[in-house]
């Protein structure tokens, strides 16, 4: 047992020093939405993410309080336990679903199987609305394109619900976002947003270690902003679309677990490293030192998993 210990720290100190090498040597900047799908396409045309995330390339809910769970079930938890938090599970077969950020599809997949929902998932990244589509059996009530969060191309109130995971950070505009998912839905429809978000800098600015720290998450997944759970709530409401207030919650406890789990995927299933070659290894390592300073700026209060829900007046 101690022998099985040493050897998981040795592995995880060498992926942490070869992974902080390419990681500081090649940032991934925000430049443009192309930069996004870029880094999207990529992700999705090598495997390597879908290899140890699965279908769903978001954190999981692992209970309240957390408890050990497996990392794949944890994901598709999250998708459950969000239709619940969002009180969609009520909603009739057919309800028209826009799935913003889609991914390669998985959390589309569940709304329209267990749900019965009609679902259309847009993504900016190409690859990652054909692998969609393969996943996808046929006669699916799941659809995907590709398309701008920024300027969406569907008409006013074209939707029952507006579904978004984890697809903020990537927006520039935060404002013109919340435009947009209020814009498409129904009078009466449901917004339900998770999220990535830091703590508002405006109640207690950020300090001299944050700082960088903010700046190294922002740069290396190609984010251009993180907002505040209280900022985007304001976003909302600010549109003029939004009946009553908007509903808000912090999940962080219940999807903290994530960090780690990825970083476990690496050591639990080593086959990635035959599969994958050294290029796949390297890829892989690349993202460790981003995962431990997401487990630490979520784990230390820099950063919020923010829930927001609103209806459209």
Same mark, same amino acid.
């Given at each position: 047992m101690f022998n099985l210990v040493l050897i998981t720290l040795a592995v995880l100190l060498f992926a942490l020093f070869f992974g902080l090498a390419i990681y500081l040597f090649f940032p991934r900047k925000y430049q443009s939405t192309d930069s996004v799908a870029n880094s999207y396409d990529d992700w999705t045309n090598d495997g390597i993410l879908e290899f140890y995330w699965g279908e769903h390339i978001h954190l999981g809910h692992y209970g309240s309080p957390p408890q050990r769970k497996d990392f794949l079930k944890a994901k598709e938890d999250f998708v459950h336990e969000m239709v619940r938090w969002g009180g969609l599970e009520g909603l009739p077969a057919g309800t028209t679903v826009l799935d913003v950020g889609c991914g390669i599809g998985g959390s589309s997949r569940i709304l &329209?199987?267990?749900? /019965?929902?009609?679902?259309? /998932?847009?993504?900016?990244? *190409?690859?990652?609305?054909?692998? &969609?589509?393969?996943?996808? *059996? *046929? /006669?699916?009530? &799941?659809?995907?394109?590709v398309d701008d969060a920024l300027a969406l191309s569907f008409p006013d109130g074209s939707f029952d619900v507006v579904w978004s995971i984890e697809a903020g950070p990537h927006m520039s505009d935060k404002a013109l976002f919340a435009q947009e998912l209020l814009r498409v839905l129904k009078p009466g429809g449901i917004l339900v947003v998770a999220d990535w978000n830091q703590r508002d800098d405006r109640q207690k600015p950020l300090n001299f270690w944050e700082k960088p720290v903010m700046q190294q998450l922002l740069d290396q997944w190609a984010h251009p902003a993180f907002a505040s759970i209280e900022g985007f709530a304001e976003d909302l409401a600010a549109t003029g679309l939004v009946a009553g207030e908007v509903t808000t919650t912090d999940w962080t406890p219940q999807t903290l677990p994530s960090w780690l789990d990825s970083i476990w995927q690496g050591v639990a299933r080593p086959e990635g490293i035959i599969r994958f070659g050294v290029t796949g290894l390297l890829k892989s390592l690349r993202e460790v030192p981003t995962l431990l300073l997401m487990r630490l700026a979520f784990g230390a209060g820099l950063c919020r998993f923010g829930m927001f829900r609103a209806v459209r007046e």
């Open positions: &329209a199987q267990d749900y /019965g929902f009609a679902v259309t /998932g847009v993504t900016i990244s *190409p690859q990652q609305v054909k692998r &969609a589509q393969e996943l996808t *059996p *046929p /006669g699916l009530m &799941a659809q995907f394109q």
